[in-house]
């Protein structure tokens, strides 16, 4: 499975930003049935989760984010996605897309984003 973000970008607070994580090298059952999660990790912290989307439809949000981000998915387009608004400079940091299908586990290499105030 390859997995590639995108959509980062550098904006003011406030702003919104629309993350995309399409999935290469996986077969439509498995990345139907699988968890989705999008992590991020500042400078000099650790990575942290900050959405996740699990089979049955289920959303988690960290604390920090509720009510200002959500993940969705394309289940035909293979691709998880992270839309972000009114963001903040504390969302200021690398973004991750994760898929784990059973006990394997997949990383897609991060995409920056910037918030100014």
């Known amino acids: 499975v390859q997995l590639q973000a995108s959509g980062g970008g550098s904006v003011r607070a406030g702003g919104s930003l629309r993350l995309s994580c399409p999935a290469s090298?996986?077969?439509?059952?498995?990345?139907?049935?699988?968890?989705m999660g999008w992590y991020r990790q500042a400078p000099g912290k650790q990575r942290e989760l900050v959405a996740e989307?699990?089979?049955?439809?289920?959303?988690n949000y960290q604390d920090s984010v509720k009510g200002r981000f959500t993940i969705s998915k394309d289940n035909a387009k293979k691709t998880v996605y992270l839309q972000m608004n009114s963001l903040e400079p504390e969302d200021t940091a690398v973004y991750y897309c994760?898929?784990?299908?059973?006990?394997?586990?997949?990383w897609g290499r991060g995409t920056q984003v910037t918030v100014s105030s």
């Open positions: 989307l699990t089979s049955p439809g289920t959303t």
């Open positions: 090298r996986i077969i439509l059952s498995d990345f139907v049935k699988s968890r």
């Open positions: 994760n898929v784990a299908i059973g006990s394997r586990e997949y």
